[in-house]
């Protein structure tokens, strides 16, 4: 018999879910593994889908989606974003995870180089080496508030790089790049004819100072920005995002739509019309519930001396658990194992994060106060453990 591809088989797994699958089996288990809101969807949303089942809204659509939803993300990204935007620029896909395959599909061709974030969402990467390209990583340092340095971007740069990603907010840090910055991830993006593709999923949990969109200062065609309604919205199921790109790209993103999904789901796009052109009240509770939250895991931390910095948008905190173990992987199923609290492990993000574990703040506060008051407190354990034996 035939093999199967050498690259499906060559796609490592996620580092996040082999946790998730052990968590679940933990019925007492505290769980800040998940980069998933626990609040529900709006009323007014739910309410949208239903209707639309209800009106038998339920057959294919438009590959590239409805023109009521494309229409009122164009005037979101104008009055939001500052991005000028016609129908023929966006591409509504089946969660931002699909619209972020797309760009990446649409660009990156064998022996091609794309800079990515080490420690970043592990997803690019992963279809960045299906599709042959290369993964060049810049890093995102603890010393640095987990930002850039754009003279290692540009010492990463060679006449093979096609494009950089980027995200912002972060995940896994919680890092949020000022304008300030991503202008100057633009320049070189102009200077070394590339392409960047932004990630946006988190732009509205923004905890101090406001997103910033590069694409609304694009006058070259060479920006390709994701957005999502999972993270804003708490519509992770519903599985529904949206690239801006230029027309030509675009043209091309919803090409590859056709024969991977055909279209996004119609009930969704209803939803997603009405989350989008609705009431927004719901957006700014969660916000500042996440700011809330953030807040207590870094009081907790400052008051076992584990304080290394303040997330600045999105809903996760970087720990650095190296006092119970050199391989993050390990140290989380060990904290799983020992204290029935799910952490993502670092090296999930990349393997600068080999000290580090990613707590979700998307939990409730007494979870976040428990969960994190077990770790922290195994660490002071281990910390008197090391000082006592030497």
């Not at 056709?258 to 009405?274: D, H, T």
């Not at 703040?361 to 077990?374: P, Y």
Request: with cysteine.
């Amino acid at each position: 018999m035939k093999k199967v591809s050498q690259k499906a088989l060559e796609m490592p797994g996620s580092g996040i879910r082999e946790i998730m699958d052990l968590a679940w089996r933990e019925p007492d288990c505290i769980h800040l593994e998940v980069g998933q809101p626990d609040f529900p969807t709006p009323s007014h949303i739910k309410e949208a889908g239903i209707k639309a089942i209800e009106q038998d809204f339920t057959g294919y659509t438009p590959s590239r989606g409805i023109p009521e939803l494309r229409e009122a993300i164009c005037k979101k990204l104008w009055e939001k974003n500052g991005i000028k935007a016609t129908g023929d620029n966006i591409t509504v896909c089946p969660g931002a995870v699909t619209a972020l395959d797309s760009a990446i599909m649409t660009l990156v061709e064998d022996g091609d180089e794309v800079l990515l974030p080490d420690p970043g969402w592990p997803n690019p990467e992963m279809m960045v080496k299906f599709l042959g390209g290369i993964p060049v990583h810049y890093h995102l340092l603890p010393q640095k508030s987990f930002l850039p340095d754009l003279q290692e971007m540009e010492e990463k740069i060679t006449p093979k790089t096609k494009a950089i990603v980027l995200n912002t907010p972060s995940n896994p840090t919680g890092a949020v790049f000022s304008e300030e910055l991503l202008k100057g991830i633009y320049r070189l993006v102009q200077k070394y004819d590339l392409y960047l593709i932004t990630d946006e999923i988190y732009e509205d949990l923004v905890f101090e100072g406001r997103h910033f969109s590069v694409a609304g200062i694009d006058q070259e065609e060479r920006v390709l920005s994701v957005f999502g309604f999972s993270k804003s919205y708490a519509m992770t199921g519903w599985r529904l995002g949206y690239i801006f790109s230029p027309v030509k790209i675009s043209a091309i993103i919803t090409k590859l739509q056709e024969p991977l999904v055909s279209c996004p789901s119609s009930i969704s796009q209803k939803a997603g019309f009405a989350a989008i052109s609705g009431p927004k009240e719901k957006v700014e509770e969660m916000r500042e519930t996440y700011r809330r939250r953030r807040d207590l895991a870094v009081s907790i931390l400052k008051a076992y001396d584990l304080y290394e910095y303040t997330p600045g948008g999105a809903f996760y905190i970087m720990v650095n658990v190296s006092a119970l173990g050199e391989d993050s992987r390990e140290v989380a199923k060990k904290i799983l194992r020992e204290h029935k609290v799910a952490v993502a492990p670092g090296t999930a993000f990349g393997e600068s994060m080999r000290k580090y574990v990613r707590v979700s703040l998307a939990a409730s506060d007494d979870q976040i106060k428990t969960g994190l008051e077990r770790i922290c407190g195994a660490i002071k354990e281990a910390r008197s453990s090391l000082k006592s034996n030497s």
